[in-house]
T-cell receptor, first 108, second 116 residues
């Protein structure tokens, strides 16, 4: 079964709107990673979170790791058309699992 | 560095044929991963190697799938015999770390396999 759940599956936003994707696990994770995959491309590493409650920012992207290390979120402020793609979280407990991904479409 | 190199980029084969996918990891990386991506099942970890040794192959679907890493710069994923349900994009990734998923993984461009 799916070890790392990710929602929503799809998100369509107007350019300039915010976007958030959520990642949840029933098991405490040792770390969580986020990747972005452009249409027709391959996953590209964005960031890794390790500490409970950790928050990291990359320009318009904000990543959070929950206090219990069972959930994480990626928030994009003021989306741009270049943000289009699928965002995957990946969590590690006894094995590394990717979430199902959130496909983001940004309308100009 | 050219990154992780996979070949071929596209493969179309008939059911029952043997298929071999190839991967050259980034020089200096000691972990190598094979993933399969489909619309239905998303990104699935098939197997991963650390220092050329298979550490976890629990994701390999069945005996038709096998993977080898004869040296630090080359790995293969073989499907014999291939079936239409094996159609997917297969990614190879490499990283420098001691366990899977503890450091940044670099993905290759993928091999799009179609079995007819």
């Amino acid at each position: 079964g799916q070890q790392v759940m990710q929602i929503p599956q799809y998100q369509h936003v107007q350019e300039g709107e915010d976007f958030t994707t959520y990642c949840n696990s029933s098991t405490t994770l040792s770390n969580i990673q986020w990747y972005k995959q452009r249409p027709g491309g391959h996953p590209v590493f964005l960031i890794q979170l390790v500490k409970s409650g950790e928050v990291k920012k990359q320009k318009r992207l904000t990543f959070q790791f929950g206090e219990a290390k069972k959930n994480s979120s990626l928030h994009i402020t003021a989306t741009q058309t270049t943000d289009v793609g699928t965002y995957f979280c990946g969590g590690n407990f006894n094995k590394f699992y990717f979430g199902s991904g959130t496909k983001l479409n940004v309308k100009p | 560095d050219a990154g992780v190199i996979q070949s071929p980029r596209h493969e179309v084969t008939e059911m029952g044929q043997e298929v071999t996918l190839r991967c050259k990891p980034i020089s200096g990386h000691n972990s190598l991963f094979w993933y399969r991506q489909t619309m239905m099942r998303g990104l699935e970890l098939l197997i991963y190697f650390n220092n050329n040794v298979p550490i976890d192959d629990s994701g390999m679907p069945e005996d038709r799938f096998s993977a080898k890493m004869p040296n630090a710069s080359f790995s293969t994923l073989k499907i014999q015999p291939s079936e239409p349900r094996d159609s997917a994009v297969y990614f190879c990734a490499s990283s420098f770390g001691t366990i899977g998923g503890d450091t940044e993984a670099f993905f290759g461009q993928g091999t799009r396999l179609t079995v007819v």
